[in-house]
């Protein structure tokens, strides 16, 4: 039987707010940094182990290392990255023998395979070298640029003989004075320290013309200019070219040089000594001795 009393609907309505986890959960997910793992971090560390367990074997890791060399030896081995030749400029015949020598290259060699800087630290290295640039030209050619040191004079050391160039560097030995006798000589330690002050003297002494043998460096402060026969001139410390410019002016005088002189003291700028050879002082002593028996 149907009830005589209708009955009404419920009016409890139902709350649409999420529940205290799920709105926690929800704002969790908004969060940039959640955000950005989930889009970016998952899948790097997923492809990551994948890629840990694929190289774990290390036949694949063989294989794909021999497949990389492979490629980059195609690519290297192409024939527009083959250097066939090499190119010295600037370097005489010797020193271009020499380079050649300690850069051993065995062409034709790809252009991956050469160290332009540790070639050019190479040849700066030699002495004779003052510069030097390297760089691979079109048409498969290694090109060296090199600026070679120029002698000037020949140095006397303890050594033996050496060329030097006007910033005193060592160029090359030398065998002999005979084997550079265009070149000024000079001696002593320090004299290479000093060459460009030795070749202003050479230049005053011009005048003395084959009579000049060469300068010698003593105590490494100061010159002597050497002469033939024995002869000195001994300069100071400070203005050596006025000293000896002026020992110049009193040859053109007074042949003061072409005298039985052995030393010409200029050190002490205000009291110029003369020194004669003992030849000289022996006779000299002789004729004063006969002056003073005949005067008696």
């Given at each position: 039987m149907w009830p005589l009393t209708r009955t009404k609907p419920?009016?409890?309505r139902v709350d649409p707010a999420p529940s205290r986890w799920a709105w926690r959960m929800q704002r969790l997910m908004l969060t940039p940094g959640i955000r950005l793992a989930l889009r970016a971090g998952v899948p790097f560390c997923l492809t990551l182990a994948a890629g840990t367990i694929y190289l774990s074997d290390e036949a694949r890791r063989g294989a794909i290392a021999q497949t990389v060399a492979e490629a980059r030896a195609s690519i290297e081995t192409r024939p527009e990255f083959m250097v066939k030749l090499m190119a010295i400029d600037g370097a005489k015949d010797e020193l271009a023998i020499y380079i050649r020598e300690n850069l051993p290259l065995d062409f034709p060699i790809s252009s991956f395979d050469l160290d332009l800087d540790a070639m050019r630290a190479t040849l700066t290295q030699v002495p004779a070298v003052k510069s030097a640039s390297v760089r691979i030209r079109p048409g498969g050619v290694l090109q060296i640029d090199v600026e070679q040191r120029k002698a000037v004079a020949l140095w006397r050391n303890a050594s033996g003989l050496a060329l030097v160039d006007e910033g005193g560097s060592y160029v090359a030995a030398a065998t002999s004075r005979h084997a550079r006798p265009d070149l000024p000589m000079i001696a002593?330690?320090?004299?290479?320290?000093?060459?460009a002050e030795a070749l202003e003297l050479i230049a005053a002494a011009a005048p003395l013309g084959e009579r000049l043998r060469g300068l010698v460096r003593m105590g490494?402060?100061?010159?002597?200019?050497v002469l033939d026969r024995d002869q000195r001139i001994l300069l100071p410390e400070v203005m050596p070219l006025r000293a000896l410019e002026r020992v110049i002016a009193l040859e053109g005088a007074r042949d003061i040089l072409t005298r039985d002189v052995a030393r010409v003291d200029m050190r002490l700028a205000r009291r110029p000594t003369v020194q004669m050879t003992t030849e000289a002082a022996e006779e000299r002593t002789a004729q004063q001795a006969a002056f003073r028996a005949n005067n008696e």
């Open positions: 419920s009016t409890a002593g330690e320090g004299a290479n320290i000093h060459v490494e402060r100061r010159w002597d200019v």
